[in-house]
Nanobody, 121 residues
């Protein structure tokens, strides 16, 4: 079955950087649209970055210019490089496959355990 395992989170000071990894098994990331979501306490889960099968990327306005999504086809892994981190980036980060439906992108698979990112001020 499909399994997505997120890792790389941690505690970092504002202005710091982290790189998150999403290792996939039971599926091939290069033939799927993939996204990174985050969920802060008391808030809805939001899509922050997306990479399509063709390699085009999209970012939420809140992270544009600071986050970069990429994938390594050989490792079947999707990454999220996060720079210039802010306290408001504190959340649990998840990856998932994406489907485009009804004029918007939606997560299409089961959620993993996520990885906690905490940014201190």
């Amino acid at each position: 079955q499909v399994q997505l395992v997120e890792s790389g989170g941690g505690l970092v000071q504002a202005g710091g950087s982290l790189r998150l990894s999403c290792a996939a098994s039971g599926m091939i990331v290069s033939v799927n649209n993939m996204g990174w979501y985050r969920q802060a306490p008391g808030k809805l889960r939001e899509l922050v970055a997306r990479i399509t099968i063709g390699g085009s990327t999209m970012y939420a306005d809140s992270v544009k210019g600071r986050f970069t999504i990429s994938r390594d086809n050989a490792k079947n892994t999707v990454y999220l490089q996060m720079n210039s981190l802010k306290p408001e980036d504190t959340a649990v980060y998840y990856c998932n496959r994406l489907l485009f439906s009804g004029n918007s992108w939606h997560a299409s698979g089961s959620w993993g355990q996520g990885t906690q990112v905490t940014v201190s001020s």
